[in-house]
């Protein structure tokens, strides 16, 4: 059974920075690109970033471009989010997501989230 | 990148069909993914690669492509279908993933 753990999620400080993280297991971790979307308190789905099977290519939205850095450990089945400069409107729950078998965007396994909230 | 439409709500009576609609330019591209999300849950995948289901996902649902427009049917709708329905796919210049704004399905 696919699992997809997040973690890290607190209350910070605009401007500040913080890091989540998410465990995976039961299925093999670097066979798939991985992703994070975010949905804010009551809104949509946006997605975040993506991380290839090795690590070697990302993507951002733009909307947090230049701010946020995603990666991963192939070692430890883990995928993490840097994330710095943060913003009120980063506020959110933050999922960690698993590429389908046909590739993404399907996204087939999630996990239960995490929540960022950024306020003073 | 592009954007994907979807329209806020909708609503079925019980045991009619409904069909929930993304429109967006990246679809004459890209197939679409369609999710399933209950209160307080994480998103479900429900369709997928335009019209594939996962292993689960009962067969009153499916999905079909046409232009700029992805839809996801629902043949029967039971109360427990009662949920948010996102639509995603790539933008454009397929780096980026794209969700639809989300459509609230009401079970009358």
Known sequence: EVQLVESGGVVVQPGGSLRLSCAASGFTFDDYSMHWVRQAPGKGLEWVSVISRDGGRTYYADSVKGRFTISRDNRKNSLDLQMNSLRSEDTALYYCAKEGSSGWPTFDSWGQGTLVTVSS | ?108
């Open chain 2, 1 to 108: 990148s592009s954007e994907l439409t979807q329209d806020p709500a909708v609503s079925v009576a019980l045991g009619q069909t409904v069909r929930i609609t993304c429109q967006g330019d990246s679809l004459r591209s890209y197939s679409a993914s369609w999710y399933q999300q209950k209160p307080g849950q994480a998103p479900v995948l429900v369709i997928y690669d335009r019209n594939k289901r996962p292993s689960g996902i009962p067969d009153r649902f499916s999905g079909s492509n046409s232009g700029n427009t992805a839809s996801l049917t629902i043949t029967g709708a039971q109360a427990e279908d009662e949920a948010d329905y996102y639509c995603n796919s790539r933008d454009s210049s397929g780096k980026h993933v794209v969700f639809g704004g989300g459509t609230k399905l009401t079970v009358l």
